[in-house]
């Protein structure tokens, strides 16, 4: 029997709703590849699991698993340890993935060997929502080993590793992520992985929707949560020697000049091709 390649993890909490809606773009892939998809519920006590357990029933490539402790972090950390395939793409309960996203999270993998963490394109679903959030870019963009990796710059909302790799460098940190204090596990992963040694790059193939529901009324409060985020991470790396250097100098940068919408929050900004 040939092992999947890739498993997709959507994890959630108390988004019964919208989570029916993303497990229908899930149902509708198109792949010449087997894959899996595993959901995390972190501590669910609306109608997820039923949500959930009906699309089981449908698509048994499909898992549920309940993780309760709280946070983004720990519950991707999680699914991280239950993964049995060589790539896993993790995006959220209010994406909507593309049909092809199985072939295109393959194929942008297959395209470099040494690429062991790809972001992937991330579009605005529903027009009248806040430009916030998303990533338009067009183009294939390399990221270096052992480089500083600007907040925002690959977004958890479609993001894939080499499991091998990311397991290697501790996987996610259980006290980051939505539900904590500071909304960062998503760059922290990435900048491990880089800061290990391996390449990570931002290609446009594997596509999502994303159907976040903010207004420009919600952006302040979304700034200051992604602020205590965009710090936590920096603070996380100056704090280690190799990279201190260059996320110091990032820093300094930062705070002596206006940020570039390449170094706010994690992806707040919209961001188009260049």
């Known amino acids: 029997m040939t092992v999947p390649k890739l498993t997709i993890v959507i994890c959630t909490r108390n988004r019964a709703e919208q989570l029916g809606h993303a497990i229908s773009y899930l149902l509708n892939i198109r792949s010449s590849e087997d894959w899996r998809a595993i959901i995390v519920d972190n501590g669910s006590y609306d109608a997820t699991k039923t949500v959930i357990e009906e699309a089981i029933s449908r698509d048994p490539r499909i898992s549920y698993y309940f993780q309760p402790v709280p946070g983004l972090g720990a519950s ?62 067009i183009n294939r963009v390399l990221i270096s080993p052992n480089t500083y990796v600007p907040a925002g710059c690959l977004h958890g909302a479609n993001l894939s590793f080499r499991v091998d790799v990311l397991r290697s460098v501790g996987g996610f940190d259980s006290r980051l992520g939505a539900g904590t204090a500071y909304p960062c596990e998503d760059i922290d992963a990435v900048a491990r992985v880089v800061w290990s040694g391996h390449y990570a790059a931002y290609d446009p193939r594997p596509s999502v929707r994303h159907d976040h529901g903010r207004t420009s009324s919600d952006i302040p409060a979304l700034e200051k949560s992604y602020d205590a985020g965009r710090g936590a991470y920096m603070a996380k790396f100056i704090g280690e020697r190799g990279s201190r250097g260059p996320y110091l100098g990032a820093w300094i940068g930062a705070v002596t000049k206006p940020l570039s919408n390449f170094s706010l929050g994690s992806g707040l900004i919209a961001r188009t091709a260049r």
């Open 76 to 137: 991707r950390d999680f699914a991280l340890s239950v993964v049995e395939t060589e790539l896993v793409s993790f995006t959220d309960d209010d994406c909507y993935i593309a049909e092809n996203y199985v072939d295109a999270v393959i194929s942008a993998f297959a395209e470099d060997l040494r690429v062991c963490c790809i972001g992937g394109q991330i579009l605005l679903h529903d027009l009248d929502h806040a430009r916030i959030t998303i990533d338009e870019r």
